[in-house]
């Protein structure tokens, strides 16, 4: 498909959106469709030679700095710049035909989010945006003027003058070019300063952060043969950024953190009237879905730029998101660090490598208390979450005679406002309690050699549930003397205590195709309450629903990506002591 463009004879015009990727995409297309021998853009011609300069050292970023205070940014992912760019690249001539105006009034047209662009194309686009625009003002005539006498000028010195403004004067430029006369204007006269930003100062102010601008640099040297998609490069930038993220905190990250970061960050774009979100949405999803770290990651990726390398030894300015933009919005990462307490045995943590777990019999082995009171928590409050659950899908509405019920159901009673009625809200008795609760991290174990060690626990007292699980094998991670460090891949509670088999090796269960589906098959039969709790990424399957219909018990399930990872991560690490004995040392090798 040919690129979208206004044509005035030889004059061949593309409205833009300053600082906008898709913009600069189309530029780029359109440019070398027409093939022009001169180019036109909407900077002040007094800037001509300073922007010539600043567009041949992209794509490093460069800061254009006028005496009475005024800034430029310029950065590859601005069509303006690229236009001026592909002309020194071509050697071909560039101008800058703007009327330079003194303290010019920031104005902004309400327009669609540009992503639309890439969807409906650059010329249904503007036509919208023609029917809404608002009218000029005294100053945008001034401009425009000299623009379309400046436009005129160049194309009868050119055979083919490629030129492009914002959107709001473009139309208007080009009926200007009729014009057989055009008032007199002044050019004054201006001190330009050429300099380049520090890193930290890139990271936070370029229009276009680090991330994109580095794809769509990629996407230039092929000629956009394939276009550029922020949907996409959204996905990429989340994808990439759970490898540092991993390795960094061992904290595993599974599918469903992306689904819902990303489904957050569509959903806060959409409540600003955007369709993509920015960057300060993409790392709040991060952050509120995942934790801090994540978020810290995908900033730490997204504002990265490694073409600003200033091999011209420009100066290096160091300024602000305030200073360029004029408005901004901070986020702060709380980043999850050593404990404190560690550096008192930083010798012990040296000696790591020379700690050994060594049970005297395997039987020896046990939990360590505080984690074994934070698993127990997080099993009452999966039950009551689960009877919840059940209460909030029996609930019904029924009009109101004697009993409030459960309170007044607002909404039914304003939809039938005409019958002057109270409606009230009323849930059916509970099925009964929950004495089984299941949790799997991993549901598929794609790496199986991983959670080879299986084992059942029974509780040392009657506040203790008994506990099937799968794991990681005690001797891999060993962090002190007869102290492991050891990850669940899922777990099964069941209380009251010391009743548990080792459901393992019970032959009843060889049936089941995974560790998951022993721990729930063993939590229907061991249950002495109706209600199974599950927690897992996927609902279990309806064989093992029957299984539990047939027990007269019922399934709860809820899934996994309802709570906080932060928790999960917590509650999915825990530690293994070789004998009681540990349990007085723990605490000053366990964080």
């Not at 061992?250 to 409540?271: D, G, V």
């Not at 999850?336 to 040296?350: I, N, Q, V």
Request: overall charge negative.
């Amino acid at each position: 498909m040919n690129p979208f463009y206004l044509q005035q004879d030889n004059i061949f015009a593309l409205p833009i959106l300053h600082y906008t990727l898709e913009v600069a995409e189309e530029t780029h297309r359109l440019f070398h469709h027409i093939e022009p021998d001169c180019v036109a853009v909407e900077l002040p011609e007094t800037l001509t030679l300073p922007a010539l300069h600043a567009a041949s050292r992209l794509p490093d970023i460069s800061i254009i700095s006028e005496d009475a205070g005024t800034i430029w940014l310029v950065e590859p992912c601005d069509a303006l710049f690229e236009a001026l760019r592909l002309a020194t690249e071509n050697s071909i001539a560039a101008q800058c035909i703007d009327l330079p105006i003194a303290d010019y009034p920031l104005h902004r047209d309400p327009i669609p989010d540009p992503y639309a662009i890439s969807r409906i194309g650059l010329k249904t686009y503007f036509e919208l945006f023609e029917k809404e625009k608002q009218k000029a003002t005294l100053l945008d005539n001034q401009r425009e003027l000299y623009m379309a006498k400046r436009l005129k000028e160049l194309s009868l010195c050119y055979d083919k003058v490629l030129f492009l403004s914002g959107m709001h004067h473009t139309q208007r430029i080009l009926d200007h070019v009729h014009h057989k006369t055009f008032p007199p204007f002044s050019l004054p006269h201006t001190t330009y300063t050429l300099s380049t930003l520090t890193e930290t100062s890139s990271r936070e102010v370029m229009a276009t952060c680090g991330f994109f601008t580095e794809a769509y640099e990629a996407s230039r040297t092929a000629h956009f043969a394939k276009p550029l998609d922020r949907q996409q490069l959204i996905l990429d930038l989340y994808k990439t950024a759970i490898t540092p993220y991993s390795e960094k905190t061992n904290n595993p990250f599974p599918a469903y953190n992306l689904r819902n970061t990303m489904k957050y960050a569509r959903n806060l774009s959409w409540i600003t009237d955007t369709l993509i979100p920015d960057l300060y949405q993409l790392l709040t999803a991060a952050k509120g879905c995942v934790d801090h770290n994540y978020a810290y990651e995908v900033w730490k990726l997204a504002t990265d730029f490694a073409h600003r390398k200033n091999v011209d030894n420009l100066p290096e300015l160091n300024l602000s998101n305030e200073e360029v933009w004029g408005h901004s919005k901070q986020i702060l990462f709380h980043l999850k660090a050593k404990h404190p307490k560690s550096l008192g045995f930083e010798k012990k943590w040296k000696q790591q490598k020379e700690f050994s777990f060594a049970p005297y019999f395997f039987p020896s082995i046990c939990s360590y208390q505080p984690e074994d009171i934070l698993i127990e928590n997080f099993g009452d409050h999966l039950k009551k979450r689960g009877k919840q659950l059940l209460a909030e899908e029996s609930a019904r509405t029924i009009p109101f005679t004697t009993s409030l019920e459960e309170g007044i159901d607002t909404r039914e009673t304003i939809r039938h406002h005409l019958e002057h009625k109270l409606y009230v809200k009323t849930y059916d008795k509970p099925p009964g309690q929950a004495s089984s609760v299941v949790v799997i991290f991993d549901e598929h174990q794609k790496d199986r050699e991983k959670y080879s060690w299986k084992a059942t626990w029974h509780g040392e007292h009657s506040q203790e549930s008994d506990m099937a699980f799968y794991a990681t094998q005690p001797t891999a991670k060993v962090i002190g003397p007869g102290i492991s460090a050891c990850e669940y891949g899922g777990l099964m509670l069941s209380s009251p205590p010391r009743r548990l088999l080792n459901v393992w090796s019970d032959p009843d269960y060889l049936p089941c195709k995974d560790a998951a589906e022993v721990l729930l098959h063993a939590a229907i039969d061991y249950a002495t309450e109706p209600l199974i709790i599950y927690l897992a990424a996927h609902p279990p399957r309806s064989q093992l629903k029957s299984y539990a219909r047939k027990k007269k018990k019922k399934i709860v399930f809820l899934p996994i990506g309802q709570f906080s990872p932060i928790t999960l991560n917590k509650l999915r690490r825990f530690h293994v002591l070789d004998g009681k004995d540990k349990r007085a040392i723990a605490g000053e090798y366990i964080d």
